[in-house]
């Protein structure tokens, strides 16, 4: 069975913590609780300092406080990776710049690998 | 004997970490007029926890009763709800029939499974673990799910009421019911639930 991946699990490690919205709020320098609670619901996403803020408070990395958004961007990144590969693929070797093509290449392929 | 704890199967940076290893599922204990939840993801993750009121007057449970658990439902996403029907006392049956016929209407409006644990399961589950009351199987759920540990109110005397957050104690209790008798590649539920045992022993993917 396929299971639907959470936007979030900021609520999860807040109940888990036991912090309030409030303070959690003020923990970000927010003045009230509202941002929090819409970063919850993800109706609104933090801006990367509070992200990272995030990842303070509850020692967890942002792409695991966000799996879902993580897994959007990183799909989307890696098309446009494979989008890269491929035009670098269809450059002549007889190019200008063949030699810096060669390296990205090479690049691209161990970064798969790892 | 370090495995037998929540937090050596499920440290705390791990929440989340996987989660399409874990079945959302979301668990209420009912009554008259409130209700506990409880959300898993697998047998071992709590999610979130709580307690929402609802008034009950007549043909309105149900219209309250949505928007008090439309938030959950839509945060959450569970693939399944579990809901436990009592069948030890009659007391309010009414009520509580309208409130679990409300649930059961939400969670097919979304297309979400819907399971109910009864009052035998959940006592023959907890019985090897020595737990006759409502009391004793919240102290043990306590120390399973440490993060509930806080939650849990002191023992009552006989003459005072129940505190109200042993409805989310109850509402745990029914997931974890449920998921003892989950079949690994299944959603249905077993006869012999108690011999599963908790901690899990079963691996907690594809369940």
């Keep these: 069975m396929k299971h639907r991946m959470l936007g979030n699990y900021l609520r999860a490690h807040r109940r888990k913590s036991g912090l309030s919205l409030r303070e959690v709020a003020v923990l970000l320098g927010y003045t009230d609780e509202g941002q929090v609670s819409r970063h919850e619901r993800s109706e609104t996403m933090p801006p990367l300092s509070v992200a990272l803020a995030y990842e303070a408070i509850f020692r967890t990395p942002i792409s695991t406080l966000f799996p879902g958004t993580y897994l959007d961007v990183k799909e989307a990144t890696e098309r446009r990776l494979a989008e890269l590969e491929k035009s670098l693929h269809q450059r002549s070797a007889k190019d200008s710049g063949a030699g810096a093509v060669a390296h990205k290449l090479t690049w691209l392929k161990q970064r798969r690998e790892v | ?207």
């Design chain 2, 1 to 207: 004997m370090a495995e037998t704890t929540e937090r050596s199967l499920v440290p705390d940076k791990e929440l989340g970490a996987n989660p399409s290893q874990g079945l959302r599922v979301l668990a209420f204990e009912v009554r008259s007029e409130k209700i506990g939840f409880a959300v898993f993801e697998g047998p071992t993750r709590l999610l979130d926890w709580g307690v929402r009121h609802f008034a009950h007057r007549k043909n309105h449970s149900e219209v309250a009763l949505g928007k008090r658990i439309d938030t959950i439902l839509h945060l959450y996403q569970p693939s399944i709800i579990v809901a436990h029907q009592r069948s030890d006392y009659r007391s309010r049956a009414k009520q509580r029939g309208l409130v679990m016929a409300a649930i059961q209407k939400e969670a097919t409006g979304r297309s979400i499974s819907f399971r109910v644990v009864d009052t035998k399961a959940l006592r023959d589950f907890f019985l090897p673990y020595e737990c006759k009351t409502k009391y004793e199987i919240a102290s043990t759920l306590a120390e399973w799910f440490e993060s509930l540990t806080w939650k849990l109110p002191l023992k009552r005397m006989p003459w005072h009421s129940e505190h109200h957050n042993l409805v989310i104690f109850d509402a745990v209790a029914a997931g974890v019911v449920f998921f003892a008798g989950m079949e690994p590649g299944s959603h249905s539920m077993l006869n012999n639930s108690c011999d599963l045992g908790w901690p899990f022993r079963w691996p907690l993917t594809d369940v």
